[in-house]
């Protein structure tokens, strides 16, 4: 069985690429890239990527480290890699409360920022904020879903394999036959009623979209809220829609839907508002809502080598 780094990046593209970009880099410096791989071991430490422990065991066994992850073979295992009862344990699932991040074992570095908030007692400061105020709550009820509509809240955020919007993965071939096409993410509850399944295209449809057109003139704080700034002439409303690939999961609350951010194919952010808060300035584009059309089947439904619908809270 072949075992060369050419061939593990092929099987394994995460731990066989960074084995090859090591081994290229170190021919280039005169240096063995198994030497590199566990000098970078020991900078890794106390991050989400951290794989110092591998290092320390090998050398413990007098093995290489590359050798090591070798044994893994295409499975590989996840970083960060701790050491928890004697033995190397991956990470599956960051923020999962059984990874009992606080037991420090062997070389394993304190990951304070994964079990507790950066206070002084690791717990969280919940500052309460008056509801009453009308410059979240007016704009709250205009923008809220609307029963007659039939409408839901519609997010948006970013996914694990790309990077932000996907702006930069088009060029890359791996990361673009992962998601060929952006996904929004519904509750079984939501799909149901709309004859929805995973692997449908969908059309999202907003058309009540407002938006700023100008910063606002006013002296008093009642001139910031929504119902003053839309008198005043200073909210545009308009439409906004895309369509993505349905994937039907019990991940999400019912009521609410959530796309891939931005991206260049189904921009989602298009059934937000563009309306700042009044208080930080910054927009809220993560309020959206919009009627859910069943418009199709994707290729992706039924030709599973293209695109995962899986849900994404399997382990």
Not at 49 to 60: C, I, M, Q, S, T
Not at 67 to 87: C, F, H, S
Not at 271 to 282: E, F, K, L, S
């Amino acid at each position: 069985m072949q075992t060369s780094a050419t061939h593990l990046a092929r099987q394994c593209p995460i731990g066989g690429r960074l084995l090859l970009l090591q081994e290229k880099w170190a021919s280039r410096h005169m240096i063995g890239s198994n030497e590199v791989f566990e000098e970078a071991g020991r900078f890794s430490r106390g991050g989400v990527l951290e794989y110092y422990a591998l290092v320390a065991d090998a050398k413990r066994r007098g093995a290489r480290a590359h050798e090591a992850l070798r044994g893994y073979g295409t499975t590989g295992i996840q970083t960060p890699i701790r050491v928890n009862d004697g033995k190397l344990i991956g990470t599956k699932r960051l923020h999962d409360p059984a990874n009992r991040w606080e037991e420090i074992e062997d070389v394993s570095a304190d990951r304070r920022f994964l079990y507790a908030f950066d206070t002084p007692s690791g717990k969280a400061l919940l500052l309460r904020t008056g509801w009453s105020f009308p410059g979240w709550s007016d704009f709250y009820e205009a923008v809220k879903p609307r029963k007659d509509k039939n409408e839901i809240w519609v997010t948006n955020g970013r996914v694990n394999e790309t990077w932000q919007s996907s702006f930069d993965d088009k060029r890359k071939d791996v990361l673009n036959a992962r998601w060929p096409y952006p996904a929004i993410i519904m509750h079984p509850d939501d799909a149901r009623p709309r004859g929805i399944e995973s692997g449908d295209f969908v059309k999202v449809v907003n058309d009540a979209v407002y938006v700023q057109t100008g910063a606002p003139v006013g002296v008093e704080a009642k001139d910031l809220t929504f119902t003053e700034l839309m008198k005043n002439g200073h909210i545009r409303p308009g439409r906004g829609e895309f369509t993505s690939v349905a994937i039907v999961s019990d991940e999400i609350r019912p009521g609410v839907a959530k796309a891939h951010f931005n991206n260049s194919l189904a921009k989602a952010n298009a059934v937000c508002h563009a309306v700042p808060d009044p208080i930080t300035g910054n927009y809220r584009y993560k309020l959206g809502r919009g009627t859910l059309i069943k418009v199709g089947e994707s290729p992706y439904k039924k030709d599973l080598t293209q695109m995962s619908l899986k849900p994404r809270n399997i382990i």
